[in-house]
C-alpha cells in the first residue's frame, strides 16, 4: 500500500503561483510514476502532470504546458507541483496520484486532495 497526503492548496490571484506538495509513504519503492490530476464540479477529471519515480521523464497536459512543473524528491519521497501564471481556470481540487506499475493511475494509488482556488 502507498500513502498519499497532498498539501500546499488555497486561494491566490490570477497571475500569482502556489507549490502543491505529495509527501508518499508505505511501499514506495513500488511507485513507477507519479501524477497530478484536477477535477472541478461538473466536468471530468483531467491530468495536470506526470513524473516518472526515476526523474528521466515528465508528461504535461497542454493547458499546463510552460506554467507548471512537476518535480520529486526521492530522499523525501515527496512530489511537487510548481504552479505559476495561475489562471482562474485553474482553479480545481488537485489530486496526487501514484501508478505502481506503468499502466496508468486509475489502478493506483490517491490521494485526498487539495484545494485550488484563483482569482480573477
Known amino acids: 500500500q502507498v500513502q498519499l497526503v497532498e498539501s500546499g492548496g488555497g486561494l491566490v490571484q490570477a497571475g500569482g503561483s502556489l507549490r502543491l506538495s505529495c509527501a508518499a509513504s508505505?511501499?514506495?519503492?513500488?511507485?513507477?510514476?507519479m501524477g497530478w490530476f484536477r477535477h472541478t464540479p461538473g466536468k471530468a477529471r483531467e491530468f495536470v502532470a506526470a513524473?516518472?519515480?526515476?526523474?528521466?521523464?515528465?508528461d504535461y497536459a497542454g493547458s499546463v504546458k510552460g506554467r507548471f512543473t512537476i518535480s520529486r524528491d526521492n530522499a523525501k519521497n515527496t512530489v511537487y507541483l510548481q504552479m505559476s501564471s495561475l489562471k482562474p481556470d485553474d482553479t480545481a481540487v488537485y489530486f496526487c496520484?501514484?501508478?505502481?506499475?506503468?499502466?496508468?493511475?486509475?489502478?493506483?494509488?490517491w490521494g485526498q486532495g487539495t484545494q485550488v482556488t484563483v482569482s480573477s
Open positions: 508505505g511501499r514506495t519503492f513500488s511507485i513507477y510514476r
Open positions: 513524473i516518472r519515480w526515476s526523474g528521466d521523464r515528465t
Open positions: 496520484a501514484a501508478d505502481p506499475t506503468g499502466y496508468g493511475f486509475e489502478d493506483g494509488y
